[in-house]
């Protein structure tokens, strides 16, 4: 009787606890708001496009960081850069041009492309 009660217990408190934990375990979906208008308007319109569907070059939404006059903090927020890396951009100004960012120490040609959009000279 007494090895029922205990494996009894031991399953009321398993179920207990697994019961807490179920909410966790659970996938749970955003809810999706559909602008239908805007999507109507898109469909209402053929041949018309919108802007950001239109050919031309990739220009971020963000404002360009000036490398000549940009806070460490600045630079630092860049992908790629950290604080060491910020300190040696700032030490070798004035730059003419974004290629002149080549000549600073841990700047490779590969993190030079993925600046390019983000920095103005």
């Known amino acids: ?17 697994f019961a807490s934990l179920w909410p966790h375990l659970t996938v749970r979906f955003a809810p999706v ?22 050919p031309g070059p990739i220009t971020p939404g963000v404002a360009r960081v000036n490398l000549n006059t940009a806070s460490q903090a600045e630079i630092e927020s860049l992908p790629g850069i950290g604080p060491a890396l910020a300190q040696r951009i700032i030490e070798g100004r004035p730059y003419r041009s974004i290629e002149d960012l ?20």
């Open 1 to 17: 009787m007494k090895r029922w009660l205990s494996a009894a217990y031991i399953a009321v408190v398993l179920g207990l606890g």
């Open 33 to 54: 708001e559909v602008n239908k208008p805007a999507a109507q308007g898109l469909l209402a319109q053929p041949g018309a496009t919108p802007s950001a569907l239109q």
């Open 102 to 121: 080549d000549r600073v120490k841990g700047i490779g040609p590969r993190l030079l492309e993925r600046l390019r959009p983000l920095v103005t000279p």
